[in-house]
């Protein structure tokens, strides 16, 4: 059975660093893996999707790694600011395009 | 920029009464969704639908659940007689790919039920 965790829980960092998240998983028969933002309260915003055969995906000061085979994918925010602060979740795909979510890294960027 | 829409956005009822939930997906996506979230918990996937069908379904998606799209824009989910414990956020959400599992899956911006 897939189980996707993440860590650290929570994070707070000053406004300026570099925040670096971490998913991981148990099966690696994945066919995707989606990053997620969420506000409180609110829905679920897809930030970046990876597929099983790639190593990486860009967008803007996102940039999310995928290493299939030990598990494991980090999310790379640069340069953080106060707007960032949400709830970061990761979600991988089976076949059939089912997500599975982590529970989710807690973010606190202070100014 | 197209977006999946749900109505209502908060929902209170009775335990035992049924609730319909609803959800426009985009356009032209061809594969549908629910998930909750109850409060503090992870998302969990209830149901995935395409070409008129269900595809998957959870252990939590029993007899009480069922979704329809009644026409060509609305996909809906019902609670036929709702517990306390299906007091959540219940999120649709929609892809175009041609395959299921290619593609992003975009979230509407959840209805939260209140069973009392």
């Known amino acids: 059975k897939q189980e996707v965790t993440q860590i650290p829980a929570a994070l707070s960092v000053p406004e300026g660093e570099n925040l670096v998240l971490n998913c991981s998983f148990t099966d690696s028969a994945i066919y995707n893996l989606q990053w997620f933002r969420q506000d409180p309260g609110k829905g679920l915003t897809s930030l970046l999707l990876?597929?099983?055969?790639?190593r990486e995906q860009t967008s803007g000061r996102l940039n999310a790694s995928l290493d299939k085979s030990s598990g494991r994918s980090t999310l790379y925010i640069a340069a953080s600011q106060p707007g960032d602060s949400a709830t970061y979740l990761c979600a991988v795909t089976d076949s059939w395009g089912k997500l599975q979510f982590g529970a989710g890294t807690q973010v606190v960027v202070t100014p | 920029e197209p977006e999946v829409t749900q109505t209502p956005s908060h929902q209170v009822t009775q335990m035992g009464q049924e609730v319909i939930l609803r959800c426009v997906p985009i356009s032209n996506h061809l594969y549908f969704y629910w998930y909750r979230q109850i409060l503090g918990q992870k998302v969990e996937f209830l149901v995935s639908f395409y070409n008129n069908e269900i595809s998957e379904k959870s252990e939590i998606f029993d007899d009480q659940f069922s979704v329809e799209r009644p026409d060509g824009s609305n996909f809906t989910l019902k609670i036929r007689s709702t517990k306390l414990e299906d007091s959540a956020m219940y999120f649709c959400?929609?892809?175009?790919?041609?395959?299921?599992?290619?593609?992003?899956?975009?979230f509407g911006p959840g209805t939260r039920l209140t069973v009392l």
């Open positions: 959400a929609s892809s175009d790919s041609g395959e299921a599992a290619g593609d992003t899956q975009y």
């Open positions: 990876i597929q099983s055969s790639q």
